[in-house]
């Protein structure tokens, strides 16, 4: 069990790290939008309707962690609105500015995402434009009645900018908590059904050794393709650059375990129909076979390490090992080996 254990530790340990910045993450994310509304509500007993422009801007920031990638994210915008508010005899005409910021804090480990609940504050002005009165045609009752409406508005304006705070909260958070989860969940399926569904068909086991939250404001992954009878990286990674947005080291173990994993040791067949097989191995039906691979090629793989990859002095070297190459009935060639850089 010590020698297993070791083993594990040395020479199956992650074959492929990943490092993002915060600044590429915040490239990454979709550019603002302004939208439209229209307006129709009640507030205080009053009638309000118009028209708003509602501008976003999304940041993420990340925070610290030794076993986990933690982040808030925050929505930052703004509210513009021209109402018209309705009550009894008077109508009023208002401009008005609603600044929001919603925080959200996001969890990744190995167990899976992981968010918080949304937080959000508001700071709203408005500018009382106009009003007028349904008496205001009246020589002295007309001046009456709009000195009464005014102070009873401004009577009422604190208890309104309140009410009306609170729903710009909530609706800020409802909309930010829903966006957000339909972001990760579709996030999420894609991730699993373009690259960890194929990987385990292939049973790689693809598993996260270590994910981390840097000082930096950087995001480290360090992931592991080995099935339970194949090797893993054995050497320290080289340190990626400090200005790095985002940088990609991949071992050659991890190339090589998916290559031996695609059993193309021994296999005897059409050029056109391998292609096809290691298209669908990865479940990548959208994959076409271009025009230019003939049909009448058959290919007979060599028995052990048909395919491998090296990875020396700063380039990938492929060596491909066939036992039989024949194109149609008169050329045949047997047991040569290809190589590129």
Do not use: C
Not at 23 to 32: S, V
Not at 211 to 225: E, F, K
Not at 286 to 300: F, K, L, R, S
């Amino acid at each position: 069990r010590l020698l297993a254990t070791q083993l594990d530790t040395h020479y199956r340990n992650a074959n492929i790290r990943i490092a993002m910045s915060q600044q590429m993450i915040n490239r990454l994310l979709p550019n603002p939008q302004s939208t439209e509304e229209s307006i129709d509500d009640t507030i205080l007993g009053a009638r309000v309707s118009g028209k708003s422009l509602t501008s976003t801007m999304l940041k993420v920031f990340l925070i610290p962690d030794k076993k986990q990638w933690r982040m808030g994210v925050q929505a930052s915008g703004e509210v513009s609105s021209d109402t018209e508010t309705r009550r009894r005899a008077a109508t009023f005409h208002n401009k008005g500015s609603s600044r929001y910021t919603v925080n959200k804090d996001l969890l990744v480990d190995r167990r899976g995402i992981r968010v918080g609940r949304a937080v959000a504050e508001t700071d709203i002005e408005s500018e009382l434009l106009g009003f007028e009165t349904a008496f205001d045609s009246l020589p002295v009752v007309g001046a009456m009645m709009r000195s009464f409406v005014r102070n009873q508005y401004n009577s009422q304006a604190g208890q309104a900018r309140t009410v009306y705070e609170n729903r710009v909260s909530r609706r800020a958070r409802n909309q930010f908590d829903e966006e957000i989860t339909n972001q990760l969940v579709n996030l999420e399926d894609r991730f699993q059904s373009r690259y960890l569904s194929p990987l385990k068909q292939l049973n790689l086991s693809p598993m996260a050794v270590d994910l981390q939250t840097t000082t930096s404001s950087r995001l480290i992954l360090r992931y592991r393709l080995a099935g339970s009878k194949q090797m893993a990286a054995h050497t320290p990674r080289p340190r990626a650059p400090g200005d790095s947005l985002l940088s990609i080291q991949i071992h050659e173990s991890a190339i090589n375990n998916t290559l031996q994993n695609l059993k193309l040791d021994g296999k005897r067949t059409d050029l056109r129909s391998l292609y096809r097989d290691i298209a669908e191995a990865f479940d990548r039906p959208d994959i076409t076979i271009p025009e230019d691979i003939p049909a009448n090629v058959i290919v007979a793989m060599a028995d052990h390490e048909a395919v491998r990859v090296r990875f020396e002095n700063g380039k990938v070297n492929l060596r491909i090992h066939l036992k039989e190459l024949k194109s149609g009935t008169r050329h045949k060639w047997r047991n040569f080996i290809l190589t590129a850089s």
